[in-house]
């Protein structure tokens, strides 16, 4: 394995240097000794520092703990980008954490909604709850999902259960709830989310995510579809729009993986409208790459990606 991700080194090494701590009773010492790492870096990698004062903390001592600690780390063409729409979506989240609001996403497929929903509970699990409105689910199923996820009892009426989960959220030191592809909510769920609005307000902040939701609430409140107007009122603010033009994602992304002709870049450029494809591509050409050994130009992709 050749350069570790951002994730690897800021998320995933040092969630697997607790557990390791966690389910063996032992301190930091212990890693020290077992990975041959000096006692500072083992303690600024396992916080998910970067950096030893200005210099980069190289990765043959991330992989030294990992091989101490038994974490196999596999090989990773694609890594954690900081894009516009993931910078926008995090701080929408903080700033909902932080007031206790209610806020919105609302931005096309692709675009990194759910990664970043993802991310952002990786990084604080206890506190996030992450559910999305299965368009198969019924209003029950919907109010159970959520109830799992917060190991309620399941058992009872829908009222019964969302009661519990409402009793949870509020009980705990902090609670985030999160609602991903809201444009799949139905009739039936829409009373769970203007319930669950209602009972959390100023609590529970409680972010939905999905694709053109803003526009679904606004149009259905303006047919009097009953629900819908109540809960399109209490998101009439504090929506966040992702940016659907990512060529300048593009670029910075080419540059961190080290595809430098402007041909290359151009032609992704030019076809290329989300992070999905952006994947697929970029890991398809560095594989690519690696077993022919050949530069990455547009004939490469041209033959790779004819259609």
Not at 49 to 75: M, P, V
Not at 193 to 217: C, F, R, S, T
Not at 231 to 251: A, C, H, K, L, M
Request: charged share 30%.
């Amino acid at each position: 394995m050749t350069n570790l991700t951002q994730i690897q080194r800021t998320t995933d090494i040092p969630q697997a240097m607790q557990r390791f701590l966690d389910e063996r009773g032992v301190k930091q010492p212990e890693i020290v000794k077992l990975s041959g790492v000096n006692k500072a870096t083992v303690n600024l990698i396992s916080r998910g520092i970067e950096f030893n004062g200005n210099t980069r903390i190289s990765d043959k001592y991330y992989k030294q703990i990992a091989n101490a600690i038994g974490l196999k780390l596999e090989k990773a063409y694609w890594q954690h980008f900081n894009t516009f729409n993931f910078k926008q979506a995090i701080l929408t989240f903080e700033n909902a954490r932080k007031n206790k609001e209610r806020r919105g996403i609302d931005g096309n497929t692709g675009l990194g909604k759910t990664y970043a929903a993802t991310a952002f509970k990786k990084k604080y699990p206890a506190i996030v709850t992450l559910v999305k409105c299965d368009e198969i689910a019924n209003t029950k199923e919907f109010v159970i999902s959520i109830a799992e996820q917060l190991e309620v009892p399941t058992f009872g009426t829908k009222h019964k259960i969302l009661k519990a989960v409402v009793e949870k959220l509020k009980s705990k030191d902090e609670a985030f709830l999160m609602i991903d592809e809201f444009e799949n909510s139905k009739k039936g769920i829409i009373p769970v989310i203007k319930y669950l609005a209602d009972e959390l307000e100023g609590v529970v902040p409680i972010v939905v995510l999905g694709i053109d939701v803003e526009k679904m609430l606004s149009n259905a409140a303006k047919k009097e579809k009953q629900g819908f107007i109540q809960v399109n009122r209490r998101w009439s603010f504090g929506w966040t729009f992702f940016n659907q033009d990512i060529t300048e994602d593009i670029e910075n992304i080419c540059e961190l993986v080290g595809i430098e002709r402007k041909t290359v870049i151009n032609w992704l450029k030019a076809r290329v409208r989300d992070f999905g494809s952006l994947e697929n591509i970029i890991t398809a050409v560095l594989i690519e790459h690696e077993k022919s050994e050949e530069p990455i130009t547009t004939e490469m992709l041209n033959e790779l990606f004819a259609n």
